[in-house]
């Protein structure tokens, strides 16, 4: 039993609470739980009635999404497994009488930010200030036609900066709305396309492409198999009975567009154009050890021995999750997470120390960092039952200041119907 003392002027009321009881309340507050598209579309809608005095026109939404496995091998044509998160983007909207687009938005903090530029058909746009805008213009830039002057509100419950691709989120859901503004459809592969495009040339992340294809094209209850070679994509049935994917993100904060994700894809290139391969993709075990003969460069050789194991691991996993083999999965997520962190090194200590408390938690399957790394998110798969063990246990032991979602497979990008 716990005894708490509060002082009401000069009374000392006692308060009783049992530790289960306590640990419960701690276990509440430091959970994540997604608004729902329900509520996040009319909090958009009622935001934007209030700023621009009108009734929008045009209405989108698009996730987050975790990735299963196959990390760092997206940008070397690999294999990929991720999944859609009920964390969502909405974007609404409606044209303007003006050459100008003006946006506000409401990020997952509450925090609200609004930036105005030319509109497409007015001006060629450029990237510039502030930064977070220029994830909206790329994709403005991009869209198949020019976009007169529009005024919408995005709000957002995806976590930003936890590695759940909070910019790809809102790369699609803008995309998706610029359809329902103008009635110019596109197919999802070459929506998925421009986005990446949109990404790579206005904010400058040079990301793979998985972040906006799995956000394009996420279904309920499975994960997605993205062949970034050919761009084809294999639906997964992800239905694992008494086992969760549980997230857990470390709250260290990591920022892309620095100089360490650049780099590792530079190492990738470099080690393909030493094999003479167009990817590394077509790299195999035994090229290893001719890349070794050709090259003194320690990092290439551990870049690419993580991209070549990386792709066999998740098409390995993409095969055993829907005959339930959840103890070999389990055992490939903990492979994937030391060679992240030993040959790819991109991951860090908090993370490393929350896959550690995994490996000797009971009920877990296996655990990894996921998303591009030197923070964020690892992701777990757990026995139902021991839950609430293992996220005590995180409390107990981990030095940081964890928070917690389950991972259920949802839905990808779509229009949403203004009523």
Wanted: aromatic share 8%.
């Amino acid at each position: 039993m716990i005894t708490f003392y509060c002082a009401l002027d000069r009374d000392i009321v006692v308060f009783y609470i049992s530790l289960c009881d306590f640990v419960r309340y701690i276990l509440t507050m430091c959970e994540i739980t997604a608004k729902g598209e329900a509520t996040l579309f009319e909090e958009a809608k009622q935001k934007f009635r209030s700023i621009f005095g009108k009734k929008a026109a045009a209405a989108a939404s698009a996730p987050g999404r975790v990735n299963l496995i196959g990390e760092h091998v997206d940008y070397c044509e690999g294999l990929v497994l991720p999944v859609a998160l009920p964390f969502t983007t909405i974007v609404v909207g409606a044209y303007n009488s003006l050459e100008e687009c003006r946006i506000h938005t409401v990020l997952a903090s509450g925090e609200e930010l609004k930036t105005s530029f030319p509109s497409s058909s007015a001006e060629p746009l450029k990237p510039g200030d502030p930064a977070w805008a220029n994830y909206v213009k790329g994709v403005l830039a991009n869209f198949p036609v020019a976009v007169r002057g529009f005024d919408a509100v995005i709000v957002s419950d995806v976590p930003m900066g936890a590695g759940v691709s909070s910019s790809a989120s809102l790369e699609v859901a803008f995309f998706t709305f610029l359809e329902s503004l103008t009635g110019q459809r596109t197919g999802l592969v070459e929506k998925a396309k421009l986005c990446q495009k949109a990404e790579h040339e206005f904010p400058g992340m040079p990301c793979g492409i998985m972040d906006q294809y799995i956000v394009s094209m996420g279904k309920k209850d499975h994960a997605l198999l993205i062949d970034c070679r050919s761009l084809q994509a294999t639906q997964i049935p992800l239905q694992t009975d008494d086992a969760v994917i549980l997230v857990i993100n470390s709250n260290v904060k990591h920022q892309l567009t620095g100089s360490e994700y650049p780099l590792r894809r530079a190492q990738c290139q470099e080690a393909a154009k030493v094999l003479k391969l167009p990817s590394l993709r077509e790299a195999h075990s035994e090229d290893l050890g001719e890349l070794k003969r050709l090259t003194s460069d320690p990092d290439v050789i551990k870049r690419a021995k993580h991209v070549v194991e990386e792709i066999k691991r998740t098409e390995d996993a993409a095969t055993l999750l829907p005959k339930k083999d959840l103890e070999e999965v389990g055992r490939l997520f903990y492979e994937s997470h030391d060679s992240l962190s030993k040959l790819m090194e991109v991951s860090c200590p908090e993370l490393d120390q929350l896959v550690d408390i995994m490996r000797s938690s009971p009920g877990v399957y296996g655990a990894r960092m996921t998303g591009g790394g030197f923070g964020g998110c690892m992701i777990a798969l757990v026995e139902e039952k021991y839950v609430e063990d293992v996220k005590s246990r995180v409390l107990k032991e981990y030095k940081g200041n964890p928070t917690f979602f389950i991972c259920n497979p949802s839905d990808g990008a779509k229009i949403l119907q203004i009523i």
